[in-house]
């Protein structure tokens, strides 16, 4: 099992803490981490600052987690991530996601609709790019080259680099099932490792149904790590952000993170969550999250407690762990990532033993 850590999001930008957080990244990387995630949602961007982490790091490698597919086009998006691989000696991943309606419909002005087959679309426009062919492509989003003008089928100036490896972000069955088909790994949420058959065991299928061996997919899930023997007090401040990703990410008929926990076996949870939330019951709607759930989704507790959780992502199948710890100052959050790494290191020889 690997280790990866992810910065950026929402609230990314607020602060010009940037030396501090690229400080804590560089210390991340000689303490064994395996993957360092840019995220973008309606703060900084995914590629500029990973740009920059290319640049002072050496070995970890660097992915996207993730490009939104309708903030670029698809060959805009193959060129930064041929330009990244080559800055970064090949240690670059290109994750990518559809993201969700508000975000899509509201900060980019693209319909949402049939976010899904924009995906597959994106995915094969950027192969043909990564391949180093002309790029001609009849789709039912992009059609290249646009029809009745000027233009021609043309190939990138960029060396062919069909080895850079495509990690998708999905939650609903068909899409999945699609990153068993067609993708080198899992960007995962909203993952429960009681319910894992829920999410993993769609892409292990959608694999096994293209000839795949879904052994050579990467799967990552994770949460926040905090160490500590009283539980409630840790469990707390989790339980706010649960409620906003139960209730707002995404609109009232379109909630994918909603849905997947659903289908993991927090379905009445989950929706009465949203249904407090979207009512602006807000407090409600953060009493209303389990316990449990917030246990499943994170690494709490005591060393023994967060390795029996770590034990049961390796178990459920995720090959990459994905952790945010969490501290009162940095060098707590140092701590919390020395241990889950030196838990996982552990597990690892175990497993190998």
């Known amino acids: 099992m690997k280790v990866s850590i992810a910065y950026g999001g929402p609230a990314s930008g607020k602060k010009r803490d940037w030396d501090d957080q690229v400080q804590f990244l560089r210390e991340a990387e000689q303490m064994g981490v395996d993957i360092i995630w840019s995220a973008e949602a309606w703060g900084m961007d995914g590629i500029s600052t990973l740009a920059y982490l290319a640049a002072v790091t050496e070995s970890v490698q660097l992915g996207t987690g993730i490009l939104q597919i309708s903030a670029r086009t698809p060959v805009m998006t193959a060129m930064t991530a041929l330009s990244m ?14 993201s969700g309606p508000q975000v899509v419909e509201g900060l980019h002005g693209v319909p949402f609709s049939q976010p899904l087959r924009r995906l597959k679309e994106t995915v094969d426009i950027v192969r043909q790019a990564f391949a180093g062919e002309k790029i001609v492509y009849e789709g039912n989003h992009h059609v290249l080259p646009l029809p009745g003008g000027e233009g021609k089928a043309l190939r990138l100036a960029q060396p062919a680099n069909d ?191």
């Open 85 to 98: 691989a080559a800055i970064s000696e090949d240690r670059f991943i290109l994750g990518l996601g559809v």
């Open 163 to 353: 080895q850079i490896p495509i990690w998708l972000a999905t939650l609903g069955p068909k899409s999945l099932a699609y990153t068993g088909e067609a993708a080198d790994g899992w960007v995962g949420t909203s993952f429960v490792p009681s319910g894992a058959s829920a999410t993993l065991e769609h892409v292990v299928q959608g694999a096994i149904g293209a000839g795949r061996d879904p052994n050579s997919i990467e799967y990552q899930a994770g949460g926040a790590v905090q160490f500590g023997d009283d539980l409630e007090k840790l469990l707390e401040p989790r339980r706010p952000g649960v409620a906003f990703t139960l209730g707002a990410m995404g609109s009232p008929s379109t909630n994918f993170y909603n849905d997947a926990y659903s289908r993991g076996g927090f379905e009445e949870a989950a929706r009465r969550v949203q249904e407090l939330w979207v009512n602006k019951e807000r407090d409600q709607a953060i009493a209303a999250v389990p316990d449990e759930l917030i246990l499943q989704t994170n690494f709490l507790g005591s060393t023994s407690e967060v390795t029996e959780r770590v034990r049961a992502y390796r178990d459920a199948g995720v090959t990459v762990l994905r952790v945010q710890p969490e501290g009162l100052d940095t060098q707590e959050r140092l701590n919390s990532l020395g241990q889950v790494v030196d838990i996982v290191r552990g597990l690892n020889d175990d497993s190998s033993g």
